[in-house]
C-alpha cells in the first residue's frame, strides 16, 4: 500500500526566503508525481507534474525534484511571498492500480 | 482521519453510454465537493465545485451538460458522464472539505478510472 508523507506539517519563514518542501513515498513504482497548492475554500491547483522518469520540473519560482529510487520529491519556492502562503500537497499515481495518493500536506505560511 | 470514498474505482463501458461516480464522505458533512480529472501524462484539473442544495460550478471548458454533477446531501455528490465517449476516458477523483479548527481540510477519494470503447 503506498504511503505519501510530507514534511514539515506546518512551516512559517519570513517573505523572501527560499524554502523546501519534502515529500516521501514508500512505493517507488509510481507512474508520476504532482505538486498541487490549495487555497482555503477552493479546490486544488496543480503546480508541477514529474513523470516517473523525469528528475525535475521548473516553473517560475517553484522547481519539483523527484527521486523515484529513495522516494523521495522535494518542492523548492525560491524568494517566497505572502501570497504563497497556502498547503500545498504532493501525490503520486501508481500506474498499476491507476490510484493517486495524497500526501499529509504542508501549510505554509509567509509573513511581512 | 475523515474518510471519502469514491465508487467506482474502475469502469469500462462502450461509447454512448452513461457513467454514474459517486463520491461520499463516511464521517462527516462535506458542504463543498470538487470533481477533478487527469489524462495520461497531465497533471490533475479541476473540473467543478460542487455545493450541497445548489447548481455546481463549473470550471470553464467543462461541459455542463456532458458532466451532470449532483450533489443532493451532505455526505454524497455524483458525478454522471452522459453519453460517453472515448475521449472521455481519463482518471476521474472526488474531494470533500471539511472545517477542523478553524482550517479547511480536503480529503480525497482514491478516484475512477475510465475506459470507454
Known amino acids: 500500500k503506498q504511503e505519501v508523507t510530507q514534511i514539515p506539517a506546518a512551516l512559517s519563514v519570513p517573505e523572501g526566503e527560499n524554502l523546501v518542501l519534502n515529500c516521501s513515498f514508500t512505493?517507488?513504482?509510481?507512474?508520476?508525481l504532482q505538486w498541487f497548492r490549495q487555497d482555503p475554500g477552493k479546490g486544488l491547483t496543480s503546480l508541477l507534474l514529474?513523470?516517473?522518469?523525469?528528475r525535475e520540473q521548473t516553473s517560475g519560482r517553484l522547481n519539483a525534484s523527484l527521486d523515484k529510487s529513495s522516494g523521495r520529491s522535494t518542492l523548492y519556492i525560491a524568494a517566497s511571498q505572502p501570497g504563497d502562503s497556502a498547503t500545498y500537497l504532493c501525490?503520486?499515481?501508481?500506474?498499476?492500480?491507476?490510484?493517486?495518493?495524497f500526501g499529509t500536506g504542508t501549510r505554509l505560511q509567509v509573513t511581512l | 482521519g475523515a474518510v471519502v470514498s469514491q465508487h467506482p474505482s474502475r469502469v469500462i463501458c462502450k461509447s454512448g453510454t452513461s457513467v454514474k461516480i459517486e463520491c461520499r464522505s463516511l464521517?462527516?458533512?462535506?458542504?463543498?465537493m470538487f470533481w477533478y480529472r487527469q489524462f495520461p501524462k497531465k497533471s490533475l484539473m479541476l473540473m467543478a465545485t460542487?455545493?450541497?442544495?445548489?447548481?455546481?460550478?463549473?470550471e470553464q471548458g467543462v461541459e455542463k451538460d456532458k458532466f451532470l454533477i449532483n450533489h443532493a446531501s451532505l455526505t454524497l455528490s455524483t458525478l454522471t458522464v452522459t453519453s460517453a465517449h472515448p475521449e472521455d476516458s481519463s482518471f476521474y477523483i472526488c474531494?470533500?472539505?471539511?472545517?477542523?479548527?478553524?482550517?479547511?481540510?480536503?480529503?480525497f477519494g482514491s478516484g475512477t478510472q475510465l475506459s470507454v470503447l
Open positions: 512505493d517507488s513504482a509510481i507512474y508520476n
Open positions: 474531494s470533500a472539505s471539511l472545517s477542523q479548527g478553524g482550517n479547511e481540510k480536503l480529503f
Open positions: 514529474i513523470q516517473s522518469s523525469q
Open positions: 464521517d462527516f458533512q462535506a458542504t463543498t
Open positions: 501525490a503520486v499515481f501508481t500506474g498499476t492500480a491507476s490510484k493517486l495518493t
Open positions: 460542487s455545493n450541497e442544495g445548489s447548481k455546481a460550478t463549473y
